[in-house]
């Protein structure tokens, strides 16, 4: 075979789509491209064995396309799992326009972009991420009826990120009691890293159970929005990771937890929004699970604005969306006790979990 023969590095130069590491067996990339409004779009369908992919739309100013390339195949992998393992009849999809959402997000853009997720016949289905907002779902769905998140007074779930964190919330109390015995979070001082949608509602959980709540941006126009509404500090050093703390909560962009930073944690417990938190999987999920620090599988504990689209879908309630969100606390505190026992890191035996859902359905198929 052309891969027990040839490095990574050489294999990336003859198939720099299929033998990228993040290509991970996709069904369907679609790049979309057009010259009038000046879009360049890339769809990531990893999976529709469950159900319809769905996944948000982020809007980034990549440094190359090669960056976005990696960033939507690792993004709508993600999104495969964290459907499987939330047991929700959907596939994983993510899709990225790559640009800046503050200068280059015109609705003439959003429109053309709408098209393109209806030319794939609901394959697809999108909703919010980095860079737009509740606003842009509403647009979209002028034009495509495959877009979840749009407002509730259009008969919407309205914003994902609330829920988002309350899961987030839940799954770092579960991590909580795994580590420390109590999942009160009273006194613990956490640092929550990137306070945007998902961060400040987090943020507002913990202030509100006791926790010192440390916060990190780097808008200092936000940061100081936030001190001056919650009773949190904001950190002023250069070096977050080597900070003493009690839990790290990573909710800004992924590959937080990498080779640089890794050797500085000294949080016991790593549980935050953001996704794709470890660079490396296997690696990094290896290199916590050998360092003691236990880590809240980010696809697990933040499937919160998934279960919140997906009402819109099942037209299931806000109740019902509480009810699934709250679970995460469940399956987080029985995927680390399984890791516990099996020997695998906590990711591994979160995707484990996803991977025996998929592989049945399939079978069944
Ligand atoms: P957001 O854009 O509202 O907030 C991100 C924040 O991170 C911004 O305030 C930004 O200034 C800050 N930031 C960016 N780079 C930073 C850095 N290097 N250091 C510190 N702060 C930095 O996004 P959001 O909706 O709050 O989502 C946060 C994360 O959670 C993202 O990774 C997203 O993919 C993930 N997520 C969000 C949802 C949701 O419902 N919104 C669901 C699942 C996962």
């Not at 008969?155 to 919330?169: D, L, N, Q, R």
């Not at 950190?235 to 500085?264: F, V």
């Amino acid at each position: 075979m052309v891969t027990e023969i040839l490095s990574s590095n050489e294999l990336k130069k003859i198939a720099p789509v299929f033998g990228q590491a993040s290509f991970d067996d996709h069904e369907q990339i679609v790049f979309c491209n057009d010259q009038d409004t000046g879009l360049k779009a890339i769809i990531g369908i990893h999976s529709t064995v469950l159900g319809p992919s769905l996944g948000g739309t982020r809007m980034w100013q990549y440094n190359s396309e090669w960056d976005a390339l990696n960033d939507v195949l690792r993004l709508s992998r993600g999104m495969t799992y964290k459907a499987a393992v939330t047991g929700l009849n959907l596939g994983g999809g993510k899709a990225v326009i790559i640009g800046d959402a503050k200068t280059q997000k015109t609705p003439e853009l959003m429109l053309r972009f709408g098209e393109f997720v209806h030319s794939l016949g609901g394959k697809y289905i999108t909703a919010e991420d980095v860079g737009m907002e509740t606003k842009d779902m509403d647009l979209l769905r002028t034009v495509t009826p495959f877009v979840t998140g749009i407002s509730e007074d259009k008969g919407g779930a309205g914003t994902p990120s609330p829920i988002t964190a309350y899961g987030v919330f839940m799954g770092m109390k579960a991590a909580a009691k795994f580590t420390y015995g109590s999942d009160v979070l009273e006194d613990k001082l956490v640092y929550v890293q990137g306070i945007g949608n998902v961060g400040e509602a987090l943020v507002e959980h913990l202030t509100n159970e006791g926790a010192r709540v440390v916060i990190d941006d780097i808008n200092r126009e936000r940061l100081e929005v936030i001190r001056d509404t919650y009773d949190v500090e904001i950190y002023e050093g250069k070096n977050i990771y080597a900070e003493k703390m009690d839990i790290y909560a990573p909710c800004a962009l992924g590959a937080t937890i990498n080779d640089t930073t890794i050797h500085a944690i000294q949080a016991k417990v790593i549980a935050g929004a953001a996704n794709n938190q470890l660079a490396d999987e296997n690696k990094h999920g290896l290199m916590l699970q050998q360092k003691g620090i236990v880590y809240a599988p980010d696809f697990l504990i933040n499937a919160g604005g998934i279960i919140n689209v997906f009402a819109e879908l099942e037209n299931y309630g806000r109740e019902e969306t509480m009810r699934k969100t709250e679970n995460i606390y469940n399956t987080t505190l029985d995927i680390l006790n399984s890791a516990k026992t099996s020997g695998l890191t906590t990711n591994q035996a979160a995707l484990e979990i996803a991977q025996l859902r998929i592989d049945a359905r399939r079978k069944e198929k």
